[in-house]
């Protein structure tokens, strides 16, 4: 085992009861500095905590002293739960538990894709609480706010809309899997409750969005309207030219440290 390793926990809890339960699976860098500061990885669809932009902010935390929180949604790399039970307030119950579980005094939220709609519901629901972490700032890559209503409805066709009502679901090919992308009915059902561009949204706290302009999959257009709907935080948006959704090239992962760095430079 690594030093930096060394101080990684990886832990399990129950989220939900009877047959909603699900264990989802934590890794926890325990911090070397008394800041009560940690970093919160929020992944995208159907990534997992392994990942190259997840184990790089993990391994800056470790630089910086701070602590480090991953985990998996279930039915994503190894917490349990299926797959296709996934909907957006399921996997932010599954947030919210995490950091009710490890209980950090203030947090940097990261999230990606689907990640960066996860973060924004996670400060609206935090927001709600008597007792809840410090929100710091918050880190947004190729953010995908909505995307279920934004992104996939209007380009629904009609083989879709037919095996959406007849299967509850419907399929396309993935650029990252040999596995297909599973889309529920469900999913997007629930993906209209969790809304985040209706209206202001108040994070009270600075936020950098990293976007690449040839992203196939979350248009940067869609990070230029997410800040519109900031308009009372202190934003920055960085559009990466030849980027694409990943933003996972050493150049990219170089942007995302610098941003997370930022946030703390006041520590």
């Known amino acids: 085992m690594t030093e930096a390793a060394a101080h990684i926990t990886e832990k399990r809890i129950t ?10 699976a934590i890794l926890h860098r325990a911090a070397q500095k008394k800041t009560g500061l940690a970093f919160v990885w929020l992944g995208g669809y159907r990534s997992d905590m ?8 993990d391994a800056l935390a470790g630089e910086l002293g701070i602590a480090a929180i991953r985990f998996d949604y279930s039915g994503h790399g ?41 973060a924004l519901r996670l400060v609206q629901e935090l927001k709600k609480r ?23 409805e209007p380009n629904l066709t009609d083989a879709e809309r037919r095996s959406l009502a007849e299967r509850g679901y ?5 650029e990252y899997s040999p596995e297909p992308n599973i889309y529920t009915r469900d999913l997007i059902e629930d993906g209209r409750r969790n809304r ?16 690449g302009m040839k992203d196939c999959d979350v248009p940067y257009q869609h990070a230029l309207k997410l800040v519109e709907f900031l308009p009372a935080d202190d934003v920055v948006l960085t559009l990466v030219r030849d980027g694409d959704h990943r933003l996972s090239r050493p150049q990219d992962i170089e942007k995302l440290r610098a941003a997370a760095s930022a946030l703390i430079m006041h520590d």
């Open 130 to 152: 008597k007792k809840a972490p410090q929100i710091d700032g918050i880190v947004l890559i190729a953010p995908a706010p909505d995307f279920t209503a934004e992104l996939i």
């Open 196 to 211: 985040v561009l209706t209206g202001i949204i108040e994070t009270g706290c600075p936020v950098t969005i990293l976007q």
């Open 15 to 24: 989220v939900g009861e009877g047959p909603a339960g699900r264990e989802i």
């Open 78 to 118: 190894i917490s349990g739960g299926a797959f296709r039970d996934g909907t957006i307030s399921r996997w932010l119950e599954e947030a919210l538990a995490a950091l009710d579980d490890i209980k950090p005094k203030r947090v940097i939220l990261v999230g990606s894709s689907m990640g960066g709609w996860i």
């Open 170 to 174: 419907f399929e396309e090919p993935s």
């Open 50 to 57: 392994s990942g190259t932009k997840a184990v790089e902010l």
